[in-house]
Structure formats: structure tokens, C-alpha cells
């Protein structure tokens, strides 16, 4: 049985920007490290790979987002990442206490939103633009 949320990754072309988005998040830079050889070839699936691995991450509860950068092979571009209704992945959602205060600072920062606030099963959500086109909600529960 699953006792919790661990982390997340998403593969970035530009790893700097992607931190910093994460950062406006309040995730922290935690551990970084270039993953290769076979061992992580046989486990990603992936051959030949050379990856840069940034581990961020936030306390109370601890969870991750883990950005991949790959050296090679190239990564693969997703021209569906922003269609929420494609198969698979869809978006990735953090809990915040004043999601209109979290609104004014993010986009003052030039966080783009893809949507307005609104409510919906006794929460306020909305939709930000992440890195690589990937959807972030934030949620307030009422």
C-alpha cells in the first residue's frame, strides 16, 4: 500500500528557468548530480543516457520534483504537453493557503496562467504554466 506522495520529474530543456519556476514555489535545490552508465540505462530504459539530475524540494510534507536535463540522447519534445486532453499525464497540483495572494506574487514574477481562479469541490484552482509547457494547479481548500 502506497503511504505517500514521493516526487515527481519532469525532463527540461532549460534547467535553470525550470528551477527557478520551482523556486517561486518555495522548492529548494537539494541535491544535483549527472546520472549514466549501465545501471541507469537498464532502469530508465533509456540508451546511452547522460542526464543532468536536480533534485528541489519542500518540507511539511517533504515531496519532491526531480527535473531531468538530458546531455543525450536528446529529449524527446512533447508538442501535446499543454493539452490537457491528451492521454496520460495531465497535471501536477500543490496546496497553498491564499491562492489569490500566490496569484498577484507568481504572475508578478511573470509566471503565466493558463486560466482564472475557480472553485470546484470545495477548493479555489488554478492553472499556471510550468516548465516545458507542463500544467501546474495550485489549490485552497474552503
Not at 536536480?54 to 546531455?71: D, G, S
Not at 491564499?98 to 470545495?122: K, P, Q, S
Request: hydrophobic residues 45%.
Amino acid at each position: 500500500m502506497v503511504k505517500s506522495f514521493d516526487h515527481i520529474t519532469v525532463v527540461v530543456r532549460d534547467i535553470e528557468a525550470a528551477k527557478s519556476f520551482f523556486a517561486l514555489l518555495g522548492f529548494e535545490e537539494t541535491q544535483s548530480s549527472v546520472i549514466s552508465g549501465k545501471t541507469m540505462e537498464d532502469y530508465m530504459g533509456v540508451k546511452d543516457i547522460e542526464a543532468d539530475h536536480i533534485t528541489l524540494a519542500i518540507e511539511n510534507p517533504h515531496a519532491e520534483v526531480q527535473l531531468l536535463h538530458y546531455r543525450h540522447p536528446n529529449a524527446i519534445v512533447d508538442a501535446d504537453s499543454a493539452h490537457l486532453n491528451k492521454l496520460g499525464f495531465n497535471h501536477i497540483c500543490f496546496a497553498v493557503d491564499d491562492i489569490e495572494a500566490e496569484v498577484r506574487r507568481l504572475t508578478a514574477a511573470g509566471v503565466r496562467l493558463r486560466n482564472r481562479i475557480m472553485e470546484f469541490h470545495n477548493r479555489k484552482l488554478v492553472f499556471l504554466c510550468g516548465p516545458e509547457d507542463v500544467t501546474v494547479e495550485l489549490a485552497q481548500w474552503l
